[in-house]
């Protein structure tokens, strides 16, 4: 049964610095792994989609990074701003079955 | 596109009620989920679909939960009967799939209220 962990749970830091979101999955045969951010009250918006083949991806400040063999990627995020205060939620797909963590909820102070 | 619509957008309904949730997914995709969100347990699979046939519904809490896709642009999650337990975030998703490469897209949620 895949599980899905985000570290850290939460996260504060001041507008202006660079940060990295970590995602750990413990079976590593994926498709893909999906980046998505969640506002308050709201549904899930996908950043980044990483399929098995590749490595990392980007889309302006934000670059994924996908380590299939040993379950890790991360979500590196350049510059941040208080808009960018939101919970990421990475989401591995075994088999089409897409199973979510927790998510980390971050902070931006201005 | 419009998107994935999902109705109603909030639900509140007195424990024992049936309750049902809608969702039509984007047009031309193959793969349709429902996702249950709360606080204490995050964003939980409870079913989901490939060319309207159900594929894994091992997420389904308790045989007081079904779900159906009668055809490609409509399914809908039913709780029958209700429970205070059952108040979460209901979201539905969908995917254009072929091989499992495709990108997940999820709708606005139906906030259930069960008292």
């Known amino acids: 049964k895949q599980e899905v962990t985000q570290i850290p749970a939460a996260l504060s830091v001041p507008e202006g610095e660079n940060l990295v979101l970590n995602c750990s999955f413990t079976?590593?045969?994926?498709?893909?792994l999906q980046w998505f951010r969640q506002d308050p009250g709201k549904g899930l918006t996908s950043l980044l989609l990483?399929?098995?083949?590749?490595r990392e991806q980007t889309s302006g400040r934000l670059n994924a990074s996908l380590d299939k063999s040993s379950g890790r990627s991360t979500l590196y995020i350049a510059a941040s701003q208080p808009g960018d205060s939101a919970t990421y939620l990475c989401?591995?797909?075994?088999?089409?079955?897409?199973?979510f963590g927790k998510g980390t909820r971050l902070h931006i102070l201005p | 596109d419009a998107g994935v619509i999902q109705s109603p957008r909030h639900e509140v309904t007195e424990m024992g009620q049936e309750v049902t949730l809608r969702c039509k997914p984007i047009?031309?995709?193959?793969?349709l989920f429902w996702y249950r969100q709360t606080m204490m347990r995050g964003l939980e699979l409870l079913i989901y679909f490939n060319n309207n046939v159900p594929i894994d519904d091992s997420g389904m809490p308790e045989d007081r939960f079904s779900a159906k896709m009668p055809n490609a642009s409509f399914s809908n999650l039913k709780i029958q009967p209700s429970e205070p337990r059952d108040s979460a975030v209901y979201f539905c998703?969908?995917?254009?799939?072929?091989?499992?490469?495709?990108?997940?897209?999820f709708g606005e949620g139906s906030r259930l209220t069960v008292l």
């Open positions: 047009s031309g995709h193959d793969y």
């Open positions: 079976d590593s045969a994926i498709y893909n």
């Open positions: 990483i399929q098995s083949s590749q």
């Open positions: 998703a969908s995917s254009p799939g072929t091989g499992g490469t495709g990108e997940l897209f």
């Open positions: 989401a591995p797909n075994r088999d089409d079955k897409i199973i």
